[in-house]
């Protein structure tokens, strides 16, 4: 078994082997094809293509293998009249055996100077783009389900259907289930409120958020040099939605989380400046006192 190894592994590097030309011009010599030598000038191959083409053009030969004869010229041509390429096509010659670098230097020589990189970089986001937006929203739709599922939610639909009807479509149906129809228009009206989980967005996709990329640069500087005019130049008191801003960032608060606080909560939390770092060392010690009290 020893033995048998390298010569399997010398049988399948040798079916590889034509693989490596056969990328080009299939099966046959590129120079071939066109009638000249591989040492052949650029002015050399032209000719030589020329001269095919009046021959095995489909305007010229409506014989069908000429058709295809001249397909294989114009891709020979292509090939070699090109610097980059014919570079590469002799190299795969002289290297047969390097397969897999050859494949790829052909790729990117052939075909990478065709392909604008900005349409790759617009279908690289477009694609990554819809696979995000499908993402969110199969964990948006797998979270209100589960929402959905929750007796609180439940409640929540028997109350509001309590204050529609006054009572009186519950006392006909006694403790029976509520009718699908009403629970579904009921339903749009509950607001539900998902923590770690928010709803599917056009604005958040990669692809939005790169193309809107200048106009986001701009708003940030633009914030920042107000921010620093406002209160290190003219050393103006925080507003109170700026005073929020810092509260939030300090205690590292989501800006939905500090939504769900309470005013008076708000309020408290701004009044201990905890922006600055001796109030909020404070602040920390008073929440573990609190805690220890608790216990």
Request: hydrophobic share 35%; net charge positive; proline share 4%.
């Amino acid at each position: 078994m020893a033995a048998a190894s390298p010569l399997l592994s010398f049988s399948l590097l040798l079916l590889l082997l034509p693989v490596s030309n056969a990328i080009y011009c299939d099966e046959v010599d590129c120079y071939d094809l066109l009638g000249v030598k591989q040492d052949a000038n650029a002015s050399e191959i032209r000719k030589a293509y020329y001269k095919l083409s009046l021959e095995h053009h489909p305007d010229k030969n409506p014989d069908p293998e000429s058709r295809k004869l001249f397909i294989k010229i114009a891709n020979a041509y292509e090939i070699l009249k090109d610097e980059s390429t014919r570079e590469q096509y002799d190299y795969a010659i002289a290297h047969p055996e390097e397969v897999f670098y050859n494949t790829a230097q052909y790729y990117r020589a052939y075909y990478g100077h065709k392909t604008d990189p900005r349409a790759v970089l617009i279908g690289l986001l477009l694609i990554v783009s819809a696979f995000q937006y499908i993402n969110q929203l199969t964990r948006y739709s797998q979270a209100i389900e589960s929402v959905k599922q929750t007796p609180a939610y439940r409640n929540r639909l028997k109350a509001l259907e309590f204050e529609r009807t006054g009572g009186l479509s519950s006392k006909k149906k006694g403790h029976k289930q509520m009718d699908k129809k009403v629970e579904e228009e009921l339903s749009n009206e509950v607001e539900l409120q998902i923590q770690g989980v928010e709803k599917p967005s056009l604005w958040s996709l990669y692809g939005v958020q790169f193309i809107l990329l200048p106009y986001s640069i701009g708003k940030v500087l633009s914030w920042e040099i107000c921010w620093f005019w406002r209160y290190h130049v003219k050393k103006l008191p925080y507003a109170w939605e700026d005073a929020c801003y810092l509260t939030r960032k300090s205690l590292k608060i989501h800006a939905n989380t500090w939504q769900n606080i309470d005013d008076y909560r708000k309020e408290d939390l701004v009044m201990k400046r905890l922006w600055d770092k001796s109030n909020m060392e404070r602040h920390i010690a008073e929440m573990r006192k609190e805690s220890k009290r608790r216990k």
